[in-house]
């Protein structure tokens, strides 16, 4: 691992690379020497830290869906690390030829009225229907362009670009921490309920007051940090939970978020092997786990692929990040997908659902110069 200037690391980041960047370190890896595809929380625990040597790290998605999406993580042949990134202008990306909502607008407001009735019958408390934007370029999605102009807006806490399988690409900017762990210091920051931001500072401080005492907001909130609670509980020796969520903010969404610090009891479990553990949260599925899986595969027209998974690192010690894996889009080769999803309770409706969905695209519309 080499100390460079962090600028640089984005400047050099290349489509396969894996880059992570957040307001304390850029991680840049390049290259593969060994890649795990595997996603339960044994198999990852056992396989991955076995093979890291002293001082590296290994870097990577896990997927939405662990059953059916191999996982991909990576020893990279070279890992640099430096201080955040700041860099200075935008640059320039072209406009696409085509665009596509998938499903319609419409479409996704239905499924949204459907999961509002099936709530509202009972049987489950939460769950988090997406949409899909496809975009088609004429020429290769300049990845490194989109991620140089997330970083410079500091779109969302975490930073990234990660390689796929196929040549393909995960880039985004999510304001969600699954997961940290230094030492036996573990913090996890969920984040539920939501309200866009606006240009007129009347109305963003409106929005971000009707958000702090939204009741509807609040219970979409509460059964996430209920979940994270009960998952870190068994592993930590105390746990600090906040009574009530803050207001958190990026340049395009306000959000409710807590955030959960514990003290581990056991120093040998890893980041990864807590990140697996808690994924998937109810800021991505809902609430019971099993129930809203299905609910989402039955309504939404698309495999989440690596959308609502996570992505980040760790190294030989256990310690890493693993930041939920929203805000972001996949790209393959002149064509990208963004998707976007917003948590459903029954007190939810159909059209500021959907009104969410499009501001949480602005994460990425921005970084590319669109106004759609
Ligand atoms: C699922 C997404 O956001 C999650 C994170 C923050 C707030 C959310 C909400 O209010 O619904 C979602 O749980 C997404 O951006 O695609």
Redesign the pocket.
Known sequence: MGCVDANQLLADYTPGDFYFGTSRRTILGTGARRTFTETDVASLSEAVPAALAPGSLAVGVLPFDTAGTPGHLVLPENVQVAGPAAPARHKDIGAPVAVRAVPEPVRHAEAVASAIKILKDGGLRKV?L?RALDLDFEDEVPVQAILHNLAKDKAGAYTFAAGLPGGRTLVGAT??LLLSRVGNQVVSHP????APRSADPVTDRENAEALASSRK?HL?HAV?TEAIVETLRPFCRSLDVPREPSLVSTPTMW?LGTVVTGELADRDITALHLAAALHPTP??CGTPTEAARRLVSELEPFDRGY??GAVGWMDSAGDGEWA?S??CAEVAESSLRL?????IVPASDPKAELD??SA?FQTLLRAMGLEL
């Open positions: 988090v997406a304001p969600e984040h539920a309920g939501s907001d979409e996430l959000h800021a991505i959308y609502a939920v929203i805000r998707y976007a999803g917003g948590g969410e969905t949480k």
